[in-house]
Protein backbone atom coordinates (compact mmCIF):
# COMPACT_ATOMS: atom_id res chain seq x y z
CA UNK A 1 0.00 0.00 0.00
CA UNK A 2 1.41 3.74 -0.78
CA UNK A 3 2.45 5.58 2.29
CA UNK A 4 2.61 9.23 1.81
CA UNK A 5 5.11 11.00 3.87
CA UNK A 6 3.65 14.91 4.61
CA UNK A 7 6.35 17.02 5.97
CA UNK A 8 6.61 19.32 8.78
CA UNK A 9 10.24 21.15 9.44
CA UNK A 10 12.25 17.76 10.50
CA UNK A 11 9.72 15.77 11.24
CA UNK A 12 8.29 13.27 9.04
CA UNK A 13 4.54 12.54 8.97
CA UNK A 14 3.72 8.81 7.67
CA UNK A 15 2.27 5.51 8.68
CA UNK A 16 5.33 3.86 7.70
CA UNK A 17 7.32 6.40 10.43
CA UNK A 18 8.02 6.62 14.19
CA UNK A 19 5.01 7.88 15.23
CA UNK A 20 4.49 11.85 15.69
CA UNK A 21 3.01 13.09 19.19
CA UNK A 22 0.08 15.70 18.45
CA UNK A 23 -0.50 16.79 21.89
CA UNK A 24 -1.82 19.97 24.00
CA UNK A 25 -4.71 21.26 25.84
CA UNK A 26 -8.51 21.41 24.53
CA UNK A 27 -9.34 25.01 24.91
CA UNK A 28 -6.82 27.86 25.83
CA UNK A 29 -7.40 28.63 29.40
CA UNK A 30 -4.62 30.90 30.15
CA UNK A 31 -1.01 32.34 28.68
CA UNK A 32 0.47 30.51 31.44
CA UNK A 33 -1.03 27.53 31.16
CA UNK A 34 -0.66 26.64 27.73
CA UNK A 35 3.46 27.88 28.29
CA UNK A 36 3.45 25.58 30.77
CA UNK A 37 1.79 22.39 29.22
CA UNK A 38 4.10 22.97 26.03
CA UNK A 39 7.34 23.16 28.27
CA UNK A 40 6.88 20.09 29.93
CA UNK A 41 5.18 18.05 26.77
CA UNK A 42 8.87 19.44 25.23
CA UNK A 43 10.65 18.33 27.14
CA UNK A 44 9.31 14.76 27.91
CA UNK A 45 9.09 14.29 23.88
CA UNK A 46 13.06 15.60 23.78
CA UNK A 47 14.11 13.28 26.19
CA UNK A 48 12.37 10.13 24.60
CA UNK A 49 12.96 11.64 21.12
CA UNK A 50 10.04 11.61 19.89
CA UNK A 51 8.81 14.17 17.57
CA UNK A 52 6.40 16.46 19.17
CA UNK A 53 3.36 19.08 17.72
CA UNK A 54 1.87 21.48 20.00
CA UNK A 55 -2.33 21.35 19.47
CA UNK A 56 -4.22 23.65 20.79
CA UNK A 57 -7.15 26.17 20.11
CA UNK A 58 -7.67 29.52 20.97
CA UNK A 59 -11.86 28.81 20.26
CA UNK A 60 -14.20 26.26 20.31
CA UNK A 61 -17.43 27.35 18.61
CA UNK A 62 -19.15 23.73 18.77
CA UNK A 63 -19.65 23.92 22.63
CA UNK A 64 -23.30 22.11 23.77
CA UNK A 65 -24.68 24.90 25.96
CA UNK A 66 -23.72 28.37 25.47
CA UNK A 67 -22.66 29.02 28.82
CA UNK A 68 -19.65 26.45 28.10
CA UNK A 69 -16.20 28.03 28.41
CA UNK A 70 -15.12 28.25 24.50
CA UNK A 71 -11.18 29.69 25.10
CA UNK A 72 -9.56 33.35 25.16
CA UNK A 73 -11.12 34.64 21.65
CA UNK A 74 -9.39 34.84 18.37
CA UNK A 75 -6.99 37.93 18.44
CA UNK A 76 -5.91 37.11 21.81
CA UNK A 77 -5.46 33.47 21.41
CA UNK A 78 -3.80 33.81 18.10
CA UNK A 79 -1.25 36.52 19.48
CA UNK A 80 -0.43 33.78 22.36
CA UNK A 81 0.18 30.84 19.69
CA UNK A 82 2.58 33.21 17.54
CA UNK A 83 4.69 33.64 20.80
CA UNK A 84 4.90 30.52 21.94
CA UNK A 85 5.84 29.18 18.28
CA UNK A 86 8.54 32.28 18.36
CA UNK A 87 9.53 31.28 22.17
CA UNK A 88 9.70 27.64 22.07
CA UNK A 89 10.20 27.18 18.70
CA UNK A 90 8.15 24.25 18.13
CA UNK A 91 5.38 23.88 15.57
CA UNK A 92 1.59 24.42 16.51
CA UNK A 93 -1.70 22.95 15.00
CA UNK A 94 -4.80 24.96 15.68
CA UNK A 95 -8.60 24.62 14.69
CA UNK A 96 -10.59 26.91 12.47
CA UNK A 97 -14.42 27.19 12.64
CA UNK A 98 -15.29 29.24 9.68
CA UNK A 99 -13.61 30.81 6.20
CA UNK A 100 -13.11 34.53 7.64
CA UNK A 101 -10.26 33.02 10.36
CA UNK A 102 -8.08 30.73 8.38
CA UNK A 103 -5.84 32.93 6.15
CA UNK A 104 -4.97 34.85 9.44
CA UNK A 105 -4.44 31.65 11.20
CA UNK A 106 -2.35 30.33 8.24
CA UNK A 107 0.01 33.01 8.80
CA UNK A 108 0.76 31.91 12.11
CA UNK A 109 0.61 28.20 12.59
CA UNK A 110 2.22 25.31 11.19
CA UNK A 111 -1.00 22.69 10.59
CA UNK A 112 -4.89 23.74 10.20
CA UNK A 113 -7.44 21.56 11.81
CA UNK A 114 -10.77 21.10 9.96
CA UNK A 115 -12.97 19.58 13.18
CA UNK A 116 -14.89 16.71 13.16
CA UNK A 117 -18.41 18.73 12.74
CA UNK A 118 -17.25 20.27 10.18
CA UNK A 119 -15.16 18.11 7.60
CA UNK A 120 -18.39 18.24 4.85
CA UNK A 121 -18.23 22.03 4.99
CA UNK A 122 -16.71 22.46 1.38
CA UNK A 123 -16.24 25.93 1.83
CA UNK A 124 -14.60 25.74 4.92
CA UNK A 125 -12.36 22.49 3.82
CA UNK A 126 -11.30 24.45 0.23
CA UNK A 127 -9.87 27.70 2.04
CA UNK A 128 -8.41 26.00 4.40
CA UNK A 129 -6.69 23.80 1.85
CA UNK A 130 -6.16 27.36 -0.32
CA UNK A 131 -3.16 28.30 2.47
CA UNK A 132 -1.08 25.54 1.04
CA UNK A 133 -0.78 24.45 4.93
CA UNK A 134 -0.77 21.11 6.50
CA UNK A 135 -4.49 19.98 6.60
CA UNK A 136 -5.18 17.67 9.47
CA UNK A 137 -9.01 16.59 8.84
CA UNK A 138 -10.76 14.68 11.89
CA UNK A 139 -13.38 12.60 10.87
CA UNK A 140 -16.55 13.23 11.93
CA UNK A 141 -18.49 11.07 14.17
CA UNK A 142 -21.14 10.42 12.17
CA UNK A 143 -19.06 9.66 8.53
CA UNK A 144 -17.71 5.92 7.51
CA UNK A 145 -13.95 6.32 6.95
CA UNK A 146 -14.28 5.22 3.18
CA UNK A 147 -16.14 8.69 2.50
CA UNK A 148 -12.89 10.18 3.50
CA UNK A 149 -11.99 9.75 0.22
CA UNK A 150 -13.70 12.80 -1.03
CA UNK A 151 -12.68 15.12 1.74
CA UNK A 152 -9.08 14.06 0.62
CA UNK A 153 -10.24 14.92 -3.41
CA UNK A 154 -11.78 18.14 -2.20
CA UNK A 155 -8.39 19.03 -0.80
CA UNK A 156 -6.28 17.86 -3.41
CA UNK A 157 -8.32 19.80 -5.87
CA UNK A 158 -6.35 22.90 -4.68
CA UNK A 159 -3.07 21.50 -5.41
CA UNK A 160 -2.52 21.11 -1.64
CA UNK A 161 -1.50 17.29 -0.87
CA UNK A 162 -0.34 17.93 2.89
CA UNK A 163 -3.11 16.31 4.05
CA UNK A 164 -3.85 14.20 7.32
CA UNK A 165 -6.40 12.44 8.60
CA UNK A 166 -7.80 12.02 12.32
CA UNK A 167 -9.77 9.12 13.80
CA UNK A 168 -11.87 10.00 16.83
CA UNK A 169 -14.35 7.44 17.59
CA UNK A 170 -17.66 6.95 15.91
CA UNK A 171 -20.90 7.64 17.26
CA UNK A 172 -22.82 4.81 19.16
CA UNK A 173 -26.49 5.72 19.73
CA UNK A 174 -26.40 8.63 22.17
CA UNK A 175 -23.73 9.88 24.26
CA UNK A 176 -21.31 7.94 23.84
CA UNK A 177 -18.48 6.80 21.10
CA UNK A 178 -16.75 3.37 19.77
CA UNK A 179 -13.47 3.17 18.00
CA UNK A 180 -13.55 0.89 15.16
CA UNK A 181 -9.72 -0.25 14.09
CA UNK A 182 -10.63 -0.97 10.95
CA UNK A 183 -11.55 2.39 10.24
CA UNK A 184 -7.59 3.36 10.34
CA UNK A 185 -7.05 0.43 8.15
CA UNK A 186 -9.41 2.00 5.37
CA UNK A 187 -8.35 5.61 5.79
CA UNK A 188 -4.41 4.41 4.57
CA UNK A 189 -5.86 3.50 1.68
CA UNK A 190 -5.95 6.96 0.94
CA UNK A 191 -1.78 7.06 1.37
CA UNK A 192 -2.17 9.84 3.69
CA UNK A 193 -0.77 9.95 6.90
CA UNK A 194 -4.12 8.83 9.57
CA UNK A 195 -3.53 10.06 13.31
CA UNK A 196 -5.28 8.05 15.69
CA UNK A 197 -7.39 10.67 18.53
CA UNK A 198 -7.55 9.09 21.62
CA UNK A 199 -8.83 11.75 24.15
CA UNK A 200 -12.03 12.51 21.77
CA UNK A 201 -12.32 8.46 21.43
CA UNK A 202 -13.13 8.24 25.04
CA UNK A 203 -15.52 11.40 25.10
CA UNK A 204 -19.25 10.90 26.02
CA UNK A 205 -20.88 13.60 24.21
CA UNK A 206 -23.46 15.65 26.14
CA UNK A 207 -23.38 12.93 28.72
CA UNK A 208 -22.06 15.95 31.13
CA UNK A 209 -24.44 18.38 32.70
CA UNK A 210 -23.68 21.10 29.64
CA UNK A 211 -20.53 19.40 28.14
CA UNK A 212 -19.48 16.10 27.52
CA UNK A 213 -18.56 13.40 29.70
CA UNK A 214 -15.71 11.00 29.22
CA UNK A 215 -13.81 8.00 30.25
CA UNK A 216 -10.09 8.75 30.28
CA UNK A 217 -9.30 5.32 31.81
CA UNK A 218 -9.20 4.12 28.34
CA UNK A 219 -7.06 6.20 26.63
CA UNK A 220 -3.66 3.88 27.43
CA UNK A 221 -5.28 0.76 25.83
CA UNK A 222 -6.77 2.45 22.92
CA UNK A 223 -3.47 4.06 22.42
CA UNK A 224 -1.80 1.05 22.63
CA UNK A 225 -3.94 -1.02 20.34
CA UNK A 226 -3.65 1.96 17.93
CA UNK A 227 0.34 2.02 17.68
CA UNK A 228 0.26 -1.68 17.84
CA UNK A 229 -1.43 -1.46 14.43
CA UNK A 230 0.90 0.94 12.60
CA UNK A 231 -0.34 5.08 12.82
CA UNK A 232 1.09 8.42 11.68
CA UNK A 233 1.07 9.84 15.17
CA UNK A 234 -0.98 10.09 18.24
CA UNK A 235 -3.05 13.12 19.25
CA UNK A 236 -3.69 13.65 22.85
CA UNK A 237 -5.52 16.26 25.18
CA UNK A 238 -3.93 16.69 28.18
CA UNK A 239 -3.98 19.23 31.42
CA UNK A 240 -2.13 19.16 35.10
CA UNK A 241 -5.45 18.44 36.51
CA UNK A 242 -8.16 17.31 34.14
CA UNK A 243 -10.73 17.63 37.07
CA UNK A 244 -10.24 21.48 37.15
CA UNK A 245 -10.15 21.58 33.43
CA UNK A 246 -12.25 24.33 31.83
CA UNK A 247 -13.72 21.85 29.10
CA UNK A 248 -13.38 18.15 28.01
CA UNK A 249 -11.56 17.15 31.36
CA UNK A 250 -13.26 13.64 31.73
CA UNK A 251 -11.94 13.14 28.51
CA UNK A 252 -8.28 14.54 29.14
CA UNK A 253 -5.26 12.81 29.78
CA UNK A 254 -3.19 14.13 33.38
CA UNK A 255 0.09 15.55 31.78
CA UNK A 256 1.82 13.82 34.91
CA UNK A 257 0.91 10.31 33.18
CA UNK A 258 2.29 11.20 29.71
CA UNK A 259 5.96 10.36 30.42
CA UNK A 260 5.17 6.89 31.09
CA UNK A 261 2.15 6.11 28.30
CA UNK A 262 4.90 7.61 25.46
CA UNK A 263 7.35 4.89 26.83
CA UNK A 264 5.20 2.41 26.52
CA UNK A 265 4.14 3.81 22.95
CA UNK A 266 7.36 4.01 22.06
CA UNK A 267 8.60 0.24 22.82
CA UNK A 268 5.42 -0.91 20.79
CA UNK A 269 6.19 1.35 17.90
CA UNK A 270 9.54 0.01 17.54
CA UNK A 271 8.63 -3.62 17.26
CA UNK A 272 7.31 -2.57 14.32
Known sequence: MYSKTVKLRDIKIGNTQPFVLIAGPCAMESEKLVFTLAETLKSITDELDISFIFKVSYDKANRLSLKSFRGLGFDKGLNIIKKLRDKLDIPVLTDVHCREEIKKVGDI???????????????????????????????GQFLAPEAMKFIVEKIESTGNKNIILTERGTSFGYG???????????????????????????????R????????????????????????????????PEPEKALCDGPNMLPVGEMRKLLKELKSIDSLL
Not at 176 to 201: C, N, Q, W
Open 176 to 206: DLVVDFRGIEIMKRTGYPVIFDATHSVQMPS
Open 109 to 139: VDIIQIPAFLCRQTDIVLEAAGTGKIINIKK
Open 208 to 239: GERCSGGQREFIRPLCRAAVSIGVAGIYLETH
